[in-house]
């Protein structure tokens, strides 16, 4: 899995550059823990590292493929009026994968007895839990994670460590913002922090 | 492909659980034609000058309603993200969602447009015209509804920025197909605007959706 490399980077959010001269370089069993304060330009830089906007300067080697990369935004891309399940196959069909995973990904993440019901009706961790089901229903190296404990219970918090232990073992990648600290006892972790 | 018709589908599953949301253009188009026979005469002879007129700016008028809420939930909820990141070619996915909003909204408004048509007193071809020239000009409506609302997706207040950007945008077609239906009413060829109207349904269907698809991606920026 080819590293990714990142050069002299410069992420704008309107005419604000909220981030500039970054280097770094992300390898497969690495997870980059990205901190930083509200404004700092956390979510702007994965959203550029991922390829949803653009960079205002600098390069992006090995950008991942779409194939091969899983975006978690801070919303969770579950319309309401679709219950989890109904959610996932879509992601499914929509990305060309076999569905065969979405209930043992449902399950894995504690939402099979709910899978049925609307995600409109379901709560903001349960929310999460049913996107956090996309990383596992369709495997694949890169991980972009956006605030990925936001309204996880400890119960939550422990199936994300789970997950991310178990990506970068496989030797994935995993690129995760958060102004929290991440679970300890992961492996793998560095940490960029963003000043504003 | 297989990603466009998963768009398709999806958007038949959204609209089979909220159908009252997808029956108002159809239920506002009915009203709005039945509006005017009461506010002149129901004999009056005018209404016959009239009901091409009547009938294609109410279409346009309709097919405005739902634009706005196109890519709304999809921006609001996180899934345009997915779109716009999908294995897929994105003006693909735009004309999957497009083409499933025409089949909701405007091919009910096609369907019904006969009975209006006899309703105010068009002779059997100008209704015939009528449902061809709908036919064509609906899904140019709503390709280019369609791009306004890809371009103001991000912008607050878009339910007021839209129809102003867009009634201008779709003015040819209401020329081109009440043109059509006039010259049909009083026996003169109606061929020519139908062909326009044609030119314009392929551009709109094959260009606008790589415009919408742009302007999506602008947006998340």
Known sequence: M???????????????????????????GEILHIQGRN???????????????QPAAGEVEGQPEPAQRHWLGHKNALNPALSPEENLRFWCALNGHPAD????????????ALRQRPCGRLSTGQRRRAA?????????????????????????????ARLLGGH???GGAALVTSHQPLPEGLAGVRHLELRP | MSAALAVFRRELLLAARSPAEWAQPLVFYLIVAVLFPLGIEAHDPALKVFAPAIVWVGALLAALLGVERIFRGDLDDGTLEQLLLADAPAPLL?????????????????????????ALGLE????????????????????????AAALTVGAQRAGILLP??????MTPAVIFGGGAVRAAAVGLPFEAPLYFLGALLALTVTLLPFAAAGALRNAME
Do not use: M, Y
């Not at chain 1, 992420?11 to 992300?26: C, I, N, P, S, Y």
């Not at chain 2, 102003?164 to 945008?169: G, H, K, Q």
């Open chain 1, 168 to 170: 970068a073992a496989g």
């Open chain 1, 2 to 28: 080819p590293s990714l490399l990142v050069r002299n980077l410069a992420v704008a959010r309107g005419d604000r550059k909220v981030v500039e001269g970054l280097g770094l370089a992300v390898a497969g």
């Open chain 2, 94 to 118: 735009v004309g999957a969602k497009l083409a499933a909003h025409w089949l909701l909204t405007a091919l009910p408004l096609v369907l019904a447009a006969p009975l209006l048509g006899i």
């Open chain 1, 101 to 112: 995973r979405v209930l043992p990904a449902l399950q894995e993440v504690g939402l099979k």
């Open chain 1, 132 to 160: 956090l089901a996309r990383l596992l229903a369709a495997p694949r190296p890169w991980w972009f994670l956006d605030e990925p404990l936001a309204g996880l219970d400890h119960a939550g918090i422990e199936l994300l």
């Open chain 1, 39 to 53: 404004g700092a330009g956390k979510t702007s830089l994965l959203e550029v590292l991922c390829g949803l906007r």
């Open chain 2, 164 to 169: 102003i950007l867009v009634l201008p945008l």
């Open chain 2, 124 to 147: 059997p071809l100008a209704v015939k015209v009528l449902s061809v020239s709908l036919l064509l000009g609906t899904p140019t409506l709503v390709f280019t509804g369609g791009f």
